[in-house]
Structure formats: structure tokens, C-alpha cells
């Protein structure tokens, strides 16, 4: 009788958890397989160990994937959950009680992905205000070049000094005198002290050149009753001071004084201030039929200004002002100023070139808003496209903004292009837009020049004040813009590790809207 064996139960089958952790998915594996070889030859021995190895690759394999999977589903999961909480915030502001009748565009994307967060009308062209100031700043980076400088030559030709503007809209400018450590004289110096090197202790006639520019120095658009004030002022082939006065009126026992700064008789002041001894005072100006006679009218308790007033010729107000330093420095300067085209030749002394950096003009155009930085840059773009370098015009400068917006994708219908600076109401500009511009600026090599020039909340330029909580405070740069009716902030923030870009024009907008705006910039904040 054979000897009777009892057979072998068959392994147990293993249900394998393919969300345990991939160690206990192996030993569990292992385990199995451990069964199975107890019950075959040596020769299976032989094949045990690679297919412990393929089964436990193959089980992570599996997992990793179903790991992956959750991951990203949980990735967008909470990105669609804090674009829901940043959507809900921001319709709760834009429908509040206070901003019903305000006509609200946004547009908020990650930076990083290109991904919308939030839009509301972000495809309809709005008055833009300042805002207008970003495209142009991002078209000089890209028509002019980050390397590009304003030169201002400065030459002579037996007692005759020429001057060949470059556009500069930076020359006697305070704040970059400022940032620079340079007095109110600089240039006028530098100028009387190149002459002076060289022996010259007369000048006749002082000729400038201010073709780089067209002669139209103000805006068809541009409301006439403001074209005295700062941000209105004239652009020039030649500026200098922003093309402004500073005047303060200043009660002396029922005396008003006014005084100008730079001090010179370039302009003919009327003086119409009224002393008062009680109550607030406040002075204004008007301009007559003569070029340069101003009025100026109001009342002064103590004193009131400096209030900046805008001249008009800035090419022949540089010329006077330098002349009456020349005088005072012993260079006798008389004879004549007179704007035309210069041709440098053999018969010139170049004494200096005076150079002013891009980044320098785009920080003060949008750090500081500053509209005569916007101006020049959209005139210098048009100059700058023609052969001869001159002639800059905004119809030109116009025509070459639209085909960069064009160039990067951006529907004609999305914009529209009408100065350098918004001040003019014909404007347009859809949150897409901008949106476009920042994110091509972001992902180029010209970002960080772009990024330093703009307004850091609670630090510097127009947004010195706002975001001054140190959850935004430093987080937040971006353009503001304002004119009436109308307020717009547009630029990048950033929570975490997240970068966002935001633009925000709201029109028929009222006293209260500016914080509205700031609200939904702090929410992209909040909710990221």
C-alpha cells in the first residue's frame, strides 16, 4: 500500500490593498511567493527572486500612479475651491450697496500657470485712466530695449551754444535729482563749467533742437481748461522741470508774496490772491491769451503751495533758465533762442552728453504716475521707428503700441490706443490686455526691470499708503490710475509661493471705489 500523504492546501489568495504603503505592499507580495516556493524543486528556485522583484514593481507602479492621480485631483480640487472663495469675495464687493452703479472689469490669473481665477467682463474695453501707462512702459521695453538711454547733447560753435533734445522727460526732474544726489543746478553747472574749461566767456545766440518730436505738444484729447496743470503739461523735444513751476503764495502782514521755483522771469505772473485771517485758503491759476502771462487767484491765510503749474514752449524755458545762469556764473549770455535742426560737423565743440537710463523714466512713469515720462516714451517710440530718428508723434507712437498688443495675441477689439499717459478718454483697455501684457512681461527676461518700476504697496510710489498690514504689506506692485469717473489698478501679487496678476478698471466709479479696488486686491491674497 503506497504511503498515503495528506495534500497540501493551496496557498490562500491574497487580496492585495493597493493604497497601502509600498513596503507593506511587498512584504505582503513577498509573502506569497514565499508560499508557493515551499512546494516546488530547486530548479523554481532558481526563478523565485526576479519574480518577487516583478510583482513588487509592478504593485508600486500601480500605486504611484493612483497616487499621482489623487494628488493632481486634489491639486485642482483646492485650486477650485480658492478660486470659488476668491470669486464669492469679490462678487460680494463689486454688488455691495456702495458700488452698484460702478461698472466693474477684473481679470485675476496665476502667474505660474497662466490659469483664470476670476473674470467679470474681462473682455470689454474700459476707460483705462493711468492704467494706460503700463502698456506703454511694456512697449518701450520691447520697441526700445532695456539698455536703451535719452542722450541730450550739449555742443558749441564759436559763441553759439546748441542743445539737441533727445526727449528726455527726465532733465530738472526733482525726484531723480533726488534719487541721484544732485542739487536743483546740476545740469546748468555741468554746462557752465564745460564752457568755462574751455575759455569761453560769451555766448550769443542759443540754438535747440527739438525735432525727435513732432510740434504738437499737447493732446488733441486732452481737456483744455486742465492744460495748465502738472500732469497735462506740454512735451517737448526738450523738457525740463516736467515742464512746470512750482508757485507759492505766502501772507506777509496782509501782503501776498509769490514766489517761483526755479526762480526766473520766463513767465509774467498776475497776482489776484486775496489775504484772509480767518478760514482755509486755497490758489489756482489761468492762463491768458499771451503764452506764459498766468493769473494767478485765490486765497491765503498763511501760505499755500507749492502748487505745480505748467508752462508753455519748454524748449525756450530751458534755453532763459540757462542763460540766466550763465549771467549769474559770469558767462555772458544774449542774442537769441532759437528752435531748429542742427546739424553737427566739424565746426562743433561737443562740451556733454547728458543720459538718462529707460529704467530711470519707467519707474517714475508708473511708480509716481507721472504723465510726462508716458508721453515721451509713446513719442520716442514713434521717433525711434523712423530712419531719421525725429518726428515723434502720438498718432505714430498710437499705430506702433497697437501692432506690439496685436503681436502678442490680444484682439483689436480689446483695446484701443489714444495717448501714452490715460489721460484721454478715448482710451480702451479690456482686462485681457493688460492681463497679456504683464504675463508676457512675466515670463520674459525683462521682468525684473518691468517689476522694479511699478508702485509697491505700503512702500513706495502711488501705493506708498495702502497695504499696510504686514500680511500685504510688500506683496502687493501694480500701476493705480485715476481721472474723473474713473479708477483702474492693474499689476502682480503674491501669497505663499504663488505669483498672481491682476487688472481692475472700474468706471462710473465714486468716492468709495478706490477701496473697493483694494479689497479685491487683497482678496487674491486672502484667498490663495
Not at 495528506?6 to 497601502?20: A, C, E, G, V
Not at 489623487?70 to 454688488?95: H, Q
Not at 513767465?267 to 486755497?282: E, H
Not at 480689446?414 to 508676457?440: C, M, Q
Request: proline share 4%.
Amino acid at each position: 500500500m503506497p504511503n498515503y500523504q495528506k495534500p497540501q492546501s493551496k496557498p490562500k489568495k491574497t487580496n492585495h490593498n493597493p493604497w497601502l504603503y509600498p513596503a507593506e505592499i511587498a512584504k505582503s507580495t513577498t509573502k506569497t511567493i514565499q508560499t508557493n516556493y515551499n512546494n516546488t524543486s530547486g530548479l523554481r528556485t532558481y526563478l523565485i527572486y526576479p519574480a518577487i522583484f516583478v510583482i513588487s514593481f509592478a504593485a508600486m507602479k500601480n500605486y504611484i500612479k493612483k497616487l499621482l492621480f489623487i494628488t493632481i485631483c486634489w491639486y485642482f480640487t483646492l485650486n477650485a475651491l480658492a478660486a470659488a472663495d476668491l470669486g464669492a469675495e469679490i462678487n460680494k464687493i463689486i454688488s455691495s450697496d456702495s458700488q452698484k452703479k460702478v461698472k466693474f472689469a477684473v481679470k485675476i490669473i496665476n502667474a505660474d500657470t497662466a490659469e483664470t481665477l476670476y473674470q467679470h467682463n474681462a473682455d470689454q474695453p474700459f476707460i483705462p485712466a493711468s492704467n494706460m501707462k503700463i502698456i506703454t512702459t511694456a512697449a518701450a521695453l520691447e520697441l526700445l530695449g532695456p539698455d536703451f538711454q535719452y542722450q541730450t547733447t550739449i555742443a558749441i560753435d564759436n559763441n553759439t551754444l546748441k542743445i539737441i533734445g533727445s526727449g528726455d522727460p527726465l532733465l530738472g526732474d526733482d525726484i531723480t535729482d533726488e534719487k541721484y544726489g544732485r542739487n536743483q543746478n546740476w545740469l546748468f553747472e555741468k554746462i557752465a563749467d564745460a564752457l568755462k574749461k574751455i575759455g569761453q566767456k560769451k555766448i550769443v545766440d542759443i540754438l535747440i533742437d527739438t525735432t525727435i518730436f513732432d510740434d504738437n505738444r499737447t493732446h488733441p484729447s486732452w481737456p483744455r481748461k486742465e492744460l495748465n496743470r502738472w500732469y497735462a503739461c506740454e512735451v517737448c523735444g526738450l523738457n525740463f522741470n516736467g515742464n512746470c513751476i512750482d508757485l507759492t503764495a505766502k501772507n506777509t502782514a496782509g501782503n501776498i508774496i509769490l514766489s517761483l521755483q526755479p526762480n526766473t522771469t520766463f513767465l509774467k505772473i498776475t497776482n489776484k490772491v486775496k489775504p484772509i485771517r480767518q478760514g482755509s485758503g486755497a490758489i489756482g491759476s489761468f492762463r491768458t491769451q499771451t503764452p506764459n502771462e498766468i493769473v494767478v487767484f485765490g486765497k491765503c491765510k498763511n501760505k499755500q503751495g507749492p502748487v505745480k503749474i505748467a508752462i508753455q514752449r519748454p524748449a525756450p524755458f530751458f534755453a532763459f533758465l540757462l542763460a540766466e545762469y550763465l549771467n549769474k556764473s559770469g558767462i555772458k549770455a544774449e542774442g537769441r533762442f532759437i528752435e531748429k535742426k542742427i546739424a553737427l560737423n566739424a565746426d562743433n565743440r561737443s562740451l556733454l552728453t547728458i543720459k538718462t537710463k529707460l529704467s530711470d523714466v519707467l519707474a517714475r512713469c508708473n511708480k509716481d504716475s507721472f504723465g510726462l515720462a508716458a508721453e515721451a516714451i509713446a513719442k520716442t517710440i514713434a521717433a525711434y521707428a523712423e530712419p531719421s530718428n525725429s518726428n515723434g508723434s502720438w498718432e505714430k507712437g498710437a499705430e506702433l503700441i497697437t501692432q506690439y498688443l496685436i503681436k502678442l495675441g490680444i484682439r483689436p477689439d480689446e483695446f484701443y490706443i489714444d495717448d501714452g499717459s490715460g489721460l484721454s478718454k478715448k482710451n480702451r483697455l479690456a482686462p485681457n490686455t493688460i492681463t497679456t501684457v504683464l504675463l508676457h512681461l512675466y515670463n520674459s527676461k525683462n521682468w525684473p526691470v518691468y517689476k522694479n518700476s511699478l508702485a509697491v504697496g505700503g512702500i513706495d510710489g502711488t501705493i506708498d499708503k495702502y497695504f499696510n498690514d504686514q500680511k500685504y504689506k510688500g506683496k502687493i506692485s501694480g500701476k493705480t490710475g485715476y481721472i474723473n469717473g474713473v479708477k483702474s489698478f492693474s499689476g502682480t501679487c503674491s501669497s505663499k509661493n504663488e505669483h498672481f496678476i491682476f487688472s481692475i478698471i472700474a468706471n462710473n466709479a465714486n468716492a468709495k471705489t478706490r477701496k473697493a479696488i483694494n479689497n479685491i486686491a487683497k482678496a487674491i491674497i486672502d484667498e490663495n
